[in-house]
């Protein structure tokens, strides 16, 4: 079967089809959420949406609590499991095509979600309809498990599974070709200022980053006073570190702002994280607890992304350096906090690691607390589920690289043998959680064959 030809036969399908999901904005929405809509409309109507499109292509679909759903074909006692996910993060600014549009431009739909992650989810969904339409005879059922709280926590496919079946196999296609075996631990620590701020604070508040997940591009400081010399001071810091920023005064209050560059949690290096920016500047201004706020910014993010000063650092072959990315900082009257979120390798001594960092923070002006921790998941290169993927891969690309680990998180940490299969294919570049996030349209159609080609090995007779 030739699943190329058969993926570039139906491109219009496919990019209209994804096109009309990135059209739906499908962020979190905490405050319009209820029992009827768990994580807000835009996720759900999401989750509708393919649900729709299932029943249209006459396969089996099942909505669980609103949260999550899955599309099935196929017969047979065991199950192939495809997790893809529908909702997506907060848009941010700096856009140069509409985010919920799907614009075509120069081989590229853009769009939020484009490439994380509903383009691999449409791409997969393709790859279903492909199979399905050539009548090749499934000796497992094919299930697309559909979630709409990736981004936020996974609360969606946690709900899933204590109702519905785990697959005997599956992969997400949710990451990087040639294939993720390996995905390191996901931890949210929360660092909490000891000192409640005074009533006579020289900073009034600090907000920075909306998800931590994200790198966060734009910080924002409100002072009660400043210096002759701190507007001076402020340019020369923009000039000395290529940044943008504004420091204006309103009703009284002196407000700092920094320009950053999101990026993924997982990669903090390729951001420029906007907070870390703000306070470096703010330590030479400050006192009292705010200084102690900023200061601790600096001396534990500020340095390196590998938690160093906190000795939470660690690197082992298979999964390279733990990072940490504080994505979410805010200090009002009430305290201040620093949500982040840890990617921690393989072979991380968890605990251990806690202890030491706590041990650290005896001395500090913070304390930690662990709000959650997702262990590292991995599978074998020598698996047969591994070996069968990479084939498939390496007959549509003739591409030899080797499998790799990660620093993000997809639905394959959840399943009981699951990788994470595609779709960013190697030198492309990684603008998931980023402005002007798009797919290529070629790679687009490529994946749907290669996942086409992958039910019809893993489900076929």
Known sequence: MNWLQIARERQEELLAELQQLISIESVLDEEAASKEMPFGKGPLDALDFMLKRGEAAGMTVKNVDQMAGHIEMGQGQELLGILCHVDVVPVGDGWTYPPFEGRVVDGKLYGRGAIDDKGPTMAAWLAMKMVKDSGITLSKRVRMIIG???????????RYFEKEEMPTIGFAPDADFPLINAEKGIAHLVFSLKNKPTSNEQLLSFIAGKRINMVPDFAEAKVATISQQTAANFQKF????????????EHNEYIITVKGKSAHAMEPEKGVNAAVLLAKFLTTELAGNGL???????????????????????????SGETTLNPGMLKFDANGGTIEVSMRYAVTYSFEEKMTAAQQVLEKADFTMDIVSNSKPHYVSETDELVQTLVAVYQKYTNDFSQVLSTGG??????????????MLFPGEADVAHQKDEFVEIENLVTAAAIYAEAIAKLAGE
């Open 238 to 249: 923009l000039q000395e570190n290529g940044a943008e920023g504004s420091l204006t005064n």
């Open 409 to 422: 998180g997809t639905y394959a940490r959840v399943l009981k043998k699951g990788v994470a299969f595609g």
């Open 148 to 158: 709409t709280d990736e981004e936020s926590g996974f609360r969606c496919v946690k």
């Open 292 to 318: 102690a706020f900023a200061q601790f910014i600096v001396d534990v993010f500020g340095k390196d992304h590998y938690g160093t000063a906190l000795q939470l650092n660690y690197y082992d072959e298979m």
